[in-house]
């Protein structure tokens, strides 16, 4: 393997000599290069915009609105509708725990622990 490169080498005439050279005094003057062009006054910030401005106004206003929906849409709720929910949903935690094996030991247990 070392004849083969010896010999590439030889062929294209890089015998042992760097391919990559830097013009002299190449990095003596980089940092001057690179600091000549640096803006000379620090540049302002940008003002922000108006929806930038009234983002926590607009969070507030639909949070708001959401609550408000919530409410106009549980409160009208007929008095068959809640009872068919609340059986749903007893009946839904009660396949949900049998499916994960938990017994109501082991939700008291859960209840009590200290996190």
Same mark, same amino acid.
């Given at each position: 393997?070392?004849?083969?490169? #010896? @010999?590439?080498?030889?062929?294209? !005439?890089?015998?042992?000599? /760097? =391919?990559?050279?830097?013009?002299?005094?190449?990095? *003596?003057?980089?940092?001057?290069?690179?600091?000549?062009?640096?803006?000379?006054?620090?540049?302002?910030?940008?003002?922000?915009?108006?929806?930038?401005?009234?983002?926590?106004? #607009? @969070?507030?206003?639909?949070?708001? !609105?959401?609550?408000?929906? /919530? =409410?106009?849409?549980?409160?009208?709720?007929?008095? *068959?509708?809640?009872?068919?929910?609340?059986?749903?949903?007893?009946?839904?935690?009660?396949?949900?725990?049998?499916?994960?094996?938990?017994?109501?030991?082991?939700?008291?247990?859960?209840?009590?622990?200290?996190?």
């Amino acid at each position: 393997m070392m004849s083969e490169e #010896l @010999y590439i080498n030889k062929l294209t !005439g890089k015998d042992k000599r /760097s =391919v990559f050279t830097v013009p002299q005094g190449y990095f *003596e003057q980089l940092g001057r290069q690179v600091m000549s062009r640096l803006p000379q006054e620090e540049q302002a910030k940008p003002t922000p915009g108006k929806v930038y401005r009234l983002r926590p106004w #607009l @969070y507030a206003a639909v949070f708001a !609105g959401v609550v408000a929906l /919530s =409410v106009t849409l549980f409160q009208n709720r007929p008095e *068959e509708d809640s009872q068919l929910v609340d059986n749903f949903s007893e009946s839904y935690v009660d396949e949900a725990a049998d499916y994960a094996m938990v017994d109501n030991q082991d939700i008291y247990a859960y209840l009590l622990a200290d996190f």
